[in-house]
């Protein structure tokens, strides 16, 4: 029987991944799409929960939605913000943008 | 008008002071005006005086009379600005408008032409105007304002051809001297003010005899003597006068001479309630006063310089007022620091007259023979150097010699011989001057030597009538009325003794027959016995190296100390806020490299975050649960 | 509801800064007629002020009030006793004086000036807000124009402007930091005790606090108060910062912006916190003999004129602490006193020094030499300021120093007679620098300099009357302030008045 808890366990194992392709891929695009992995791990979370816990209400799912709205604007954004670099940096390797430091 | 004087005694001060703010304000501009304007303040102030002082000695020796008005006040400390007119201080009203009157005459003549003739008149105001108010006080916290402020005139005037270096540093000099020992004096009156509540002379003259703890009076009249040692430039503290001499010569003879460095005898005579409570003080006040005496008199015999053999007489002569005042005599003591006021400005003025009339000389040997050229200043100056000697019946004579009755009668023995023996060093230095001065070979000086003018010998004339006749006022003649009046409960007031008259006589002329015999018919040449003393000779010469034994001191330990206190300021407060400020930076130098600019090394510090973030709010769970 | 004195007086510079800042900047002229205008308004409402006070009837007086942020107790709220007046006069004494001494300025005058008459009205709200909050306030709107003023129109000497600016500045914050601590912590407590949120002075000085915390507050504020007053061993910033600011405000910051750590320390230390006082009294005393002695000392190893007299008002500062540590009547009287004479004589000695350099571009004590026949008004000016310095009676500054000592020696007998030592050090280091700065031979390259005359005479004129007015009738200035530390004392009860050893 598959419980709360498998779903749990798989929704951290992605949450996982997310964060280590964020920190680790040296691609901005990659890291875009870790980004997603983790909110979509969240959004598993949020159903889920709503599932086993509060079955009585939607607030979960609406949430969820919510997350998905979100993520699609921060994707465009995103993507965006990665083409306009490229354009004049020709790149789109995390390393090379540094400008801010120290 | 009798009464009218005596209840606007105030105005005695006062008049002087308008005169100063006159000048200071509106008159600067025109010299001649000005000296007017403080001549004339001076002149009524004499007037006054005169008047003050007649009223006074018509009463009974005990009235006085007393007025103030309020200055600084608070609960627990009040400073009024008062008089106190009882015949000690007419006598020093006289004595000081007197003397200021002729002095401020004497000068139209001697600072003819000066650039800064103005405010050499509102110096001399001013000056007149805080020696007034010093000698009228009826308190302590006014007698240490005026105290201050006569020595900042001092200060003004020592420095008044402030083009000079050597006037600047005597100046400095004097008002450091000075500060020195107001230190003490100011400690003193703030212990006065602490255990007594008060610093009023009449309150504190009535509280004092109950007083019986020698323990705290002891310090309170020790450290009120720091005051007259400084002021009236006793031994440690006498080193500043010397160099006074820089200021014009009317100055020397009117502050450093005649009334503000007796300020610190008046000072003692007024709070000699205080000091005659406690022997040991009295002992104190008497060594120091003898040793000044004669310390000062052994240099005067080595001097070349003839305002600084003056100057060292004046030292010596303060002693003697010190002494008398030490061994209970007071009035002797008063009664010289009054005779001693009128001889020695006559021969500071006389000396002036002979540096006007030499063309800014003043050193004794280039002069010689000037007397046939300049027989008024010549003569004056001869009965002052009498006065001074102490020469019956002259009134030096009268005064000198109450104070070694007074020094026998008491016991003090000692005392009495080192002032017979001050009486012919005295003889002797004054009549070495004369002799080199007025009548010596060198003839180099004679011929440019000229009189001064009548504005300049009538001062001389009229001091050298008073520096005769002032005497009396306390001889059996006019049956010692000064002493009547100008006493003070405790002090000393013995018979004559013809054994000691004679013998201090005696003393004199041998000081005045030896320096005849030196100096005039050099029956034993000068060169000769300087040869034979060198070693003596340079020592006096010298001034037995008291200034170099300061200025070593003075460099090495104040400035010294001051150098050293300022590398630890620089070094060590400075470097420690410097270093405070150099260890932020470097901290934040360091931590800044820690902003690489990679957005996932900001990512990992934040994932790092929220981990300790969980981990502790977990750890709170759990502890909760057990 | 009657004309709001304080407030006009206050706001007056405010409004003339606003004035500038919209004329042209070309317009130097008007700017300065507008700074002059406006200040000689404030002084000639303080001075109203000051005569109108009702000595007889004491306590806070021409007090206004207009509620502000009411869930904290803070309100608006103005008022004068005896203690402020003197420190609102001399604010306004110098304020006005400061103008004029920087009347040759030529460059970005619109800022200057403006700021100036900020810093101005800065210093004067924390002498007459009756509220914490707003004293903090005002405090704090001293610092920004203080720091863009030696920034901007500093010298560089001994330390580089920038730096001077710099210490200054966080040496101001630091001790403002611990200052907010403690008002907090005190604003915290009183809230603790009585429910009802206040920041009225009055209010938080009637409470009884525990010793521990009055002792603890009280270390902060003498702490924070104590670096504004340039107690030793936190005085580092004052030579440094006096030497690097233009002369106004080494005129400002001198004269008052440092009185207000004693003011501070007694309106808001002693008065709220009576018990830590008592208990931290001797350490400031130890401190102030620091001040007094080794300041002193130091004075006489300098060779810039700027900082022989940072060095001496971190000196003089050590006779204000001992008398506030000395705890009573007498000496905090006295301590009020020397505050207000202090301020008028540094401000002085600020101006003469501040136009010679102007002249000479010189500060050094060794370049001169015999200026007193150039420029005899300069030499005055130096004069009364100098002797103002070492305590000469007719000066209001030994009206000060006298009954400081008198209080003091009541209370610590061994630190007073240390202390009165400065006396003599005051004597040596200022008499010789004066010395060789007026006196001796006339030096021909000075001939060119000129001496005082217009404007460059109204700073001469206005403190030296001051300074002699208050010195020869003492009373005017004493009975007020006595009026007013009278009311402390009876309010702390306890402390000791005159009368035995």
Known sequence: MIGLSHYLIFSTVLFGIGIFGMLSRRNAIAVLMSVELMLNAVNVNFVAINRFVTSGQAAGQLFSIFVIVVAAAEVSVGLALIISIYRHRKSVDLNNFDLLKW | MLEFSLHNAWLIPLLPLLAFALIGLAMHRWPSVSAMISILSIGISMLLSALVAVLVFSLSPGEIYEASVRWLSMPGLQVNMGMLVDPLAAVMLVVVTGVAFLVQVYSLGYMKGDPGIASYFGYQSLFAASMLGLVLANNFGQIFVFWELVGVCSYFLIGFWFGKYSARDAAIKAFVTNRVGDFGFLLGILFLQIVFGTLNFQELSAAIPGYTNAAVLLPIAVLLFFGPVGKSAQFPLHVWLPDAMEGPTPVSALIHAATMVAAGVYLVARAFFIFNAIPQAMTLIAIVGGLTALFAASIAIAQNDIKRILAYSTLSQLGYMMMALGVGAMTAGVFHLMTHAFFKSLLFLGAGSVIIGMHEEQDIWKMGNIAPKMPVTTWTFIIGALALAGIPPLSGFWSKDEILLGAYASGHTGLYILGVLVAFLTAFYMFRLVFVAFFGKNTAGRDKAHESPAVMTIPLLVLAVAAVLAGLVNSPLMHHVFGHFINAPGAIQPHPNTAIIVFSTLAALSGILLAWLIYQREVIKAEVIKEKFSMAYKVLYNKYYIDEIYGWLGVRLVDGAARVLFWFDIHVINGFVNLTAWFTGKSGETLRYTEDGQVQTYAIYMFAGVVIVLITALCGVFTALA | MEFPVLSTTLFVPVIGAILIMALPAKKTGAIKNIAAVSTLASLVLSLLVFIAYDRQQGSMQFTEMIPWVQDL???????????????????????????????????????????????????????????????????????????????????????????????????????????????????????????????????????????????????????????????????????????????????????????????????????????????????????????????????????????????????????????????????????????????????????????????????????????????????????????????????????????????AFSTYKVFTIIAVTGIVLTAVYILRALGYVLFGPRKPEWDHLQDLKGPEMVPLMVLGTAILLGGIFPFTIMDLINSGVGEIIAQIGTLYVGGVL
């Open chain 3, 73 to 407: 107790g803070v309100n608006y709220a103005l008022g004068v006793d005896g203690i402020s007046i003197p420190l609102v006069l001399l604010t306004n004494l110098i304020g006005f004086s400061a103008v004029f001494a920087s009347w040759k300025i030529e460059e970005r005058v619109r800022e200057f000036f403006s700021l100036l008459l900020l810093l101005i009205t800065g210093v004067m709200g924390t002498f007459i807000a009756t509220d914490l909050f707003i004293f903090f306030l005002f405090y704090e709107v001293v610092v920004i124009p203080i720091y863009l003023l030696v920034i901007m129109f500093g010298s560089s000497k001994r330390v580089t402007k920038e730096y001077a600016g710099m210490k200054l500045t966080i040496y101001l914050l630091i001790g403002s930091a611990f200052l907010l601590t403690g008002l907090i912590a005190l604003f915290v407590k009183a809230r603790a005790i009585t429910g009802v949120p206040s920041m009225d002075l009055v209010h938080l000085a009637s409470l009884d606090y525990p010793l521990t915390f009055e002792i603890m507050v009280f270390a902060f504020m003498a702490f924070g108060f104590g670096t504004l007053l340039s107690m030793f061993p936190f005085h580092a910033w004052s030579p440094d910062g006096y030497a690097g600011a233009p002369t106004a405000v080494s005129m400002i910051h001198a004269g008052v912006l440092k009185k207000i750590g004693g003011y501070g320390l007694i309106r808001i230390g002693l008065l709220v916190l009576p018990g830590g006082a008592r208990i931290i009294a001797p350490v400031i005393a130890v401190l102030a003999l620091g001040n007094v002695v080794y300041a002193a000392y130091i004075c006489l190893s300098q060779k810039d004129l700027k900082y022989i007299v940072g060095y001496s008002s971190v000196s003089h500062m050590g006779y204000v602490l001992i008398g506030i540590a000395a705890l009573n009547l007498i000496s905090i009287n006295g301590a009020i006193m020397m505050m207000f004479a202090h301020g008028v004589m540094a401000a002085l000695f600020f101006a003469m020094i501040g136009n010679l350099y102007e002249k000479s571009h010189t500060r050094n004590v060794d370049d001169f030499g015999g200026l007193a026949h150039q420029m005899p008004r300069l030499a005055a000016g130096f004069m009364i300021a100098g002797l103002a310095s070492l305590g000469l009676p007719g000066m209001v500054n030994f009206i000060g120093e006298f009954t400081i000592f008198v209080g």
